[in-house]
């Protein structure tokens, strides 16, 4: 078991930093487990009633590029010391991503496996819901009931299957698929992760190949997805924008915005067979209906209309010193002013 890793609480931990004259708000998902519809999953980002009445008028601490209080960036100026933390949890500061790791395809694959046929079934036959979300270094679920009806959180960091129930934690290593439903007392489910876009379940008792230095930056990749996406959700111009989420059988956050006839997919692929990369996408769903065709140069998209941005494209969009977060979110806004 590893010992360095503990039960967390990703607003209480943002909380215990900025004192009790603010409210916290983050990106990651924090307890307790909701178990209401149509969601069973926190909005991290929510600025009414997550603290109750006693905390009403109080002023919030919100993520960069988010409505309805004081930035994290902002907030950094007078607490410079937290200012490794902060951009660790992608919330504002000096945010970055590294260059992509040489196992990362293969990483990539693995946890994808991992993902769609172990731990989001989990959560599934405990509500229905299939959904992740990014965590500091990887991703799991949000928080849900547990067999005891405690809240129970799944997650990977680096290369460590974690299994919070309450404030008690344990960790294996990441082996194989077996070795992970066995650990978490579950069944392989190869049913409800029957998308196009998951790989083979393979053999169940094969090593995984999860490198580190990969893990964490698919974790990174998603932290900062998270943080684009809800700027994108948080935008007035955004109409009807759905909740992100990190999907298994894709392995990449996205969101839904527009109207009927204008709706599209705004997501972070980690990399796929069509685009080895890490890529953002806009993937319009009803082009025939706005009359958008694959020849205009901006729709990009090599298997879908819609657009891409590469990684290593980042610099064209927001310059070599930008922040990733922003470059995402300018791509976003910019596809979805296109589309109408």
Do not use: C
């Not at 930035?71 to 945010?95: F, I």
């Not at 992100?244 to 059988?249: D, E, F, H, S, V």
């Not at 980042?314 to 930008?322: K, L, S, Y």
């Amino acid at each position: 078991m590893d010992t360095t890793i503990t039960a967390r609480n990703a607003r209480a931990e943002a909380q215990a930093w900025v004192g009790e004259g603010h409210r916290a708000r983050v990106l990651e998902p924090s307890p307790p487990a909701v178990t209401e519809a149509p969601w069973f999953a926190d909005d991290p980002v929510a600025a009414g009633g997550a603290d109750g009445p006693d905390h009403a008028g109080t002023p919030l601490v919100v993520p960069d590029g988010l409505p309805g209080g004081l930035d994290w960036s902002t907030w950094l100026v007078d607490h410079p010391e937290h200012a490794d933390a902060v951009a660790a949890s992608w919330l504002g500061g000096p945010r970055r991503l590294s260059s992509v790791p040489d196992g990362l395809a293969a990483t990539r694959t693995d946890l994808h496996r991992l993902a769609v046929y172990v731990i989001a079934p989990v959560r599934h036959r405990a509500n229905g819901k299939f959904g992740l979300r990014w965590t500091r270094g990887g991703f799991g679920t949000p928080f849900f009931p547990g067999p005891e009806g405690e809240d129970r959180q799944i997650r990977v960091e680096g290369t460590t299957l974690v299994d919070q129930r309450g404030d008690v934690v344990r960790t294996a290593p990441i082996s194989s698929l077996a070795a992970a439903a066995r650990f978490l007392e579950t069944e392989i489910d190869t049913e409800r992760a029957a998308e196009h876009d998951s790989p083979p379940v393979g053999d169940r008792d094969d090593p995984l190949t999860v490198d580190e230095a990969a893990s964490r930056f698919l974790g990174d990749w998603y932290g900062m997805a998270f943080a684009a996406l809800e700027t994108l959700r948080a935008d007035p111009a955004s109409l009807d924008p759905g909740r992100p989420q990190l999907w298994p059988g894709h392995f990449d956050p996205a969101i839904e915005v527009g109207d009927e006839d204008h709706r599209a997919s705004y997501g972070a692929s980690p990399g796929d067979g069509g685009i080895a990369e890490p890529y953002l996408y806009v993937s319009i769903w009803w082009p025939d209906r706005i009359g958008v065709g694959r020849d205009d140069p901006v729709w990009n998209a090599p298997s879908f209309t819609g657009a891409v941005l590469p990684l290593s494209g980042f610099t064209d969009v927001g310059g070599p010193d930008a922040d990733p977060v922003e470059t995402a979110a300018r791509f976003w806004r910019e596809a979805r002013d296109r589309l109408g």
